[in-house]
């Protein structure tokens, strides 16, 4: 939903992405989620509120919803992150050199092939809300 990838969901893009399924009632919804996940009443939604409003959901560990999640930054459909896309999504914009990303992708990689894959993904979602 994030149209102009720049890593926060915008009012606008929330209401346009929830048309599809809501139909009539996506603008009810969407100011419903503002209300609640917007906490800086920024006008969007950051990464930070989005895990954080997330994580307090009980199931939010389902594997559809980690699936959707993992899909955000999976953006070539390869079913694996890299540090590019990770790059993409929450690294737009600031100047971070490539040992950081490759430091947060190996906390991550268990299997040591330089990017992040739907389980591994998984794993790392549950030690943080566990």
């Known amino acids: 939903m994030d149209v ?12 346009t992405g929830f048309k599809e399924y809501y139909g009539d009632t996506a603008k009810e919804e969407v100011d419903r989620i503002f209300s609640i996940v917007d906490v800086d009443h920024s ?3 950051e990464f930070s509120e989005f895990v954080t409003a997330t994580a307090t959901r009980t199931n939010l560990l389902s594997d559809i919803k980690l699936k959707s999640a993992f899909e955000i930054y999976d953006k070539d459909g390869s079913g694996t992150i890299s540090i590019e ?12 050199s490539d040992d950081i990303w490759e430091q947060v992708v190996k906390e991550v990689d268990e299997n040591g092939d330089g990017e992040v894959s739907f389980e591994e993904f998984k794993v790392m ?6």
Do not use: C, R, V, W
Request: aromatic share 4%.
């Open 125 to 130: 979602m549950q030690s943080l809300i566990n």
């Open 85 to 96: 896309e990770i790059k993409k999504i929450i690294g737009q914009g600031q100047a971070i």
């Open 43 to 45: 006008g969007e939604i």
């Open 4 to 15: 102009n990838n720049d890593g926060k969901l915008q009012y606008d893009e929330l209401l």
